[in-house]
């Protein structure tokens, strides 16, 4: 076989090893509880919504706390229990609760919200780069966040369809140097703000804690903050490799939701210390923090090498995460609910349909930028959009996982939620609650008239949400190419089980008829007696 070839298949196998309804593999390592809390810290931590709730001050603690308990352990504790009964994700946890048609629907909204949040992430990236190598000004430029998304993006889907998993390994540093590292430096320069007797720009009274009503209006950044929460439930697939989950994963939850209410509670309030809330952009408020921080202190050059951090560790997420969630929506599609051009794959085994499709949907969003002048205003829309959408998902995820312990209480799981019915509960009501309220414009908020508000969310919801249900209802036969076993399955870890321990019992059972220390049966050895 040629190098070239070798590498194509090699490419093949990894994305086939990643594909959402592979068998899962027999565990030869086991993750501790701290070891589990900390990648969930890099996975869910992200400073791009921390400037959202800068404006409030202290009052912030409370509006980090509130969707952390109706969302954030909701969330982790719920999917920990569906990852270890089924796997295949939210496709498959929804499906066999209600069917195939809302089990499409799920992985598309959780897909489709990626898409949008894929504009506001390089967003955030591209006002780093302004305050790195060119104008700071710049990051309130819409035509210029438009470039930068384009670039960034195209660039980024490009070396995903190249395959292989170099950047999902460098998504675990990108983490760590463009979130964890600038969260701590932001922590400790806010100490020494306050110790060294600076002007804090927000009130430091207890009573500032909790954030002033004006209205509901003033409160509706809340939703942001959900959807800051939002992929807790991608570490729930980790679950199986605890030697206790029963134990260990609660535990892990408890350490994880600390650490990263930590990470967004602390670096925020640093924040809100140094910049007027009148300048805080959410864009570029970060930004604007370290610049205060180093010009105080004669340091102006870090506040480039902290954005290049920052907006390194943001791309790395991009990049390792543009395919990740169109390989659920793969998973769907091979059953049949998406045409033969959406199923394609390109020799890499990359799913080339589905993301040339997805950067079309971005390449559209990023118009919004040049549309509405002000970048931050663009910037919630786009927020409020994915959050809305997101919304969805995991309403139809908790609804499923009450249906799914009353439909299917005998499938096995490692892990369960203690009162399912009310944590599942809680978390569906905190979701729906935030999904109101993504209807309501953020207080201050004047890209798109007050009224048209509501109406411009709810037909993107629409535009974004609705297309699942119409490939289901035109789906043809000829677009599932499973074979029958395929669709018999259920998607369980029972049936990999059992498939296995089926696999073994036949090479048992083979060995056993060959006779012990003879040639096996058609064998053309000789005899003894022939040859004398």
């Known amino acids: 076989m040629s190098t070239t070839s070798k590498q194509t298949s090699d490419a093949a196998a990894q994305a086939a090893s990643n594909h959402p309804l592979t068998s899962s593999k027999l565990v030869t390592s086991y993750l501790g509880v701290g070891q589990l809390a900390l990648l969930t810290l890099v996975v869910v931590a992200s400073l791009r919504s921390l400037p959202a709730m800068a404006v409030y001050g202290l009052g912030s603690v409370t509006l980090y706390i509130i969707p952390a308990i109706l969302f954030l352990i909701p ?138 009503f004006t209205g509901i209006a003033s409160i509706v950044l809340i939703v942001s903050n959900v959807l800051a929460y939002a992929g807790m439930e991608v570490n729930a697939v980790h679950v199986n490799q605890m030697k206790d989950p029963g134990r260990g994963y609660p535990r892990s939850v408890l350490m994880a939701s600390i650490l990263i209410l930590l990470v967004f509670i602390l670096p925020t309030i640093a924040i809100a210390l140094a910049v007027p809330e009148k300048e805080l952009g959410l864009t570029n408020g970060i930004m604007l923090a370290f610049q205060a921080y180093f010009d105080k202190w004669d340091l102006g050059w870090g506040t480039a090498v902290v954005s290049a951090l920052i907006a390194a560790g943001a791309l790395a997420s991009v990049i390792t995460w543009i395919a990740g969630p169109s390989k659920g929506l793969l998973a769907a599609a091979e059953t049949g609910l998406l045409p033969p051009a959406l199923q394609k794959r390109n020799k890499a085994g990359v799913q080339s349909g589905i993301l040339m499709l997805q950067g079309t949907i971005v390449t559209i969003l990023a118009a919004i930028f040049v549309i509405v002048p002000n970048v ?67 207080d201050g908020f004047t890209a798109f008239p007050v009224a048209a508000y509501p109406w411009i969310v709810g037909l993107v919801i629409v535009l974004l949400g609705v297309p699942p249900l119409i490939f289901y209802a035109i789906r043809k036969p000829n677009w599932d190419r499973r074979s029958d076993a395929d669709k018999a399955k259920h998607g369980t870890h029972d049936e990999d089980e059992a498939e296995a321990a089926a696999t073994t019992r036949s090479k048992t059972t083979r060995t056993v008829e060959r006779p012990a220390g003879g040639p096996a049966p058609g064998s053309s050895a000789s005899t003894p007696d022939s040859t004398g």
């Not at 498959?92 to 089990?103: P, T």
């Not at 799981?413 to 953020?442: D, I, K, Q, S, W």
């Open 75 to 212: 969330t982790a504790l719920v999917a920990a229990e569906l990852a270890t009964g089924w796997k295949g994700g939210v496709y498959v946890w929804v499906r066999e609760a209600f069917g195939n048609r809302w089990g499409f629907t799920a992985v598309w909204l959780q897909w489709i919200q990626n898409v949008v949040w894929y504009p506001t992430q390089i967003a955030f990236i591209a006002a780093a780069l302004a305050f790195v190598f060119v104008d700071p000004s710049l990051s309130n430029s819409g035509l210029y966040t438009a470039i930068v998304i384009l670039v960034l993006y195209w660039g980024s889907t490009l070396i995903t369809l190249r395959g292989g998993n170099l950047f999902a390994k460098l998504g675990s540093w990108g983490g760590i140097l463009g979130t964890l590292l600038p969260a701590v430096l932001l922590i400790v320069f806010g100490f020494i703000w306050l110790g060294t007797g600076q002007k804090s720009e927000v009130p430091l009274e207890a009573s500032a804690i909790i954030p002033p």
């Open 376 to 442: 931050s205003a663009a910037f919630v829309a786009l927020i409020d959009m994915a959050a809305a959408l997101y919304l969805i998902m995991y309403m139809l995820m908790f609804a499923a996982a009450i249906v799914l312990r009353r439909k299917e209480p005998n499938v096995k799981r490692t892990y369960r939620v203690p009162a399912m019915n009310f944590v599942a509960g809680v978390g569906f009501l905190g979701c729906l609650t935030a999904f109101v309220l993504a209807f309501v414009p953020p």
